[in-house]
Each structure stands twice: as structure tokens, then as C-alpha cells.
Nanobody, 125 residues
Framework: VQLVESGGGLVQPGGSLRLSCEAS????????VAWFRQAPGKEREGISF????????FYADFVEGRFTMSRDGAKNMVYLQLNSLTPEDTAVYYC???????????????????WGRGTQVTVSS
């Protein structure tokens, strides 16, 4: 499976972006998928998680309702809607997939072995 992210760019504070993650083949029933981000000089941090075949999405506490993850299984696509962006959200955003994910580690980057190359999100006026 290969993952390709898109949709990043430059946006003003308070703005929105919709990130996309396209999988090379069907993954909905076989792979758990998560979004991560990594800012310069910081560790990669988990944002959200959707289990394989499931509908309950988990978000990291810092999201605070600003981001929404969704999946279109028919298109092998996963999305991350980013709203109310601040300069602190500037980072490279990645999607990742893994087959066997322990619940406690669902947004731990070490749990995933399939990664996209990332898409840059820059929030600046």
C-alpha cells in the first residue's frame, strides 16, 4: 500500500484547509489510518485515528473540535478538514496506515509502518 497526501498550502490564521490522503488500493477493511504532523524541531505528533472498518474516530486533545477526519472507502481516500488554523498548526502533515494497532497506541507514530511523504501546511499572515 502506498499513501499520497495533498491539499496543503499557505493559509491565513483563522482559515481552513482540507487535506487528502489517497491509498493505492483498498484499505478500509484492512488498515487502520491516522493523521500526524511534524513541526520544525519538534517530534511527530498524532492528530486523529480511524479504525479499519470502523466509524468511531479518535482525536488528540489538542484538536479541540477544530479538525475533522473522514473516509471515503469507495475512493480509497481519507481526509482531514482543518479549521480555525493558527500559526502553531504549521507543520508537515502525514497520513499513515497500519494493520494491527493497539488502542492505547493509536496515535503513536511508532505503531505505523506505512507512511505518505507528507503535505506542508503553513499558517501565516
Amino acid at each position: 500500500v502506498q499513501l499520497v497526501e495533498s491539499g496543503g498550502g499557505l493559509v491565513q490564521p483563522g482559515g481552513s484547509l482540507r487535506l487528502s490522503c489517497e491509498a493505492s488500493r483498498f484499505i478500509s477493511g484492512q488498515y487502520n489510518v491516522a493523521w500526524f504532523r511534524q513541526a520544525p524541531g519538534k517530534e511527530r505528533e498524532g492528530i486523529s485515528f480511524i479504525p479499519k472498518g470502523g466509524i468511531r474516530i479518535f482525536y488528540a486533545d489538542f484538536v479541540e473540535g477544530r479538525f475533522t477526519m473522514s473516509r471515503d472507502g469507495a475512493k480509497n481516500m481519507v481526509y482531514l478538514q482543518l479549521n480555525s488554523l493558527t500559526p502553531e498548526d504549521t507543520a508537515v502533515y502525514y497520513c499513515a496506515a497500519g494493520r494491527a494497532i493497539i488502542t492505547a497506541d493509536r496515535i503513536n507514530p511508532n505503531s505505523y509502518n506505512i507512511w505518505g511523504r507528507g503535505t506542508q501546511v503553513t499558517v501565516s499572515s
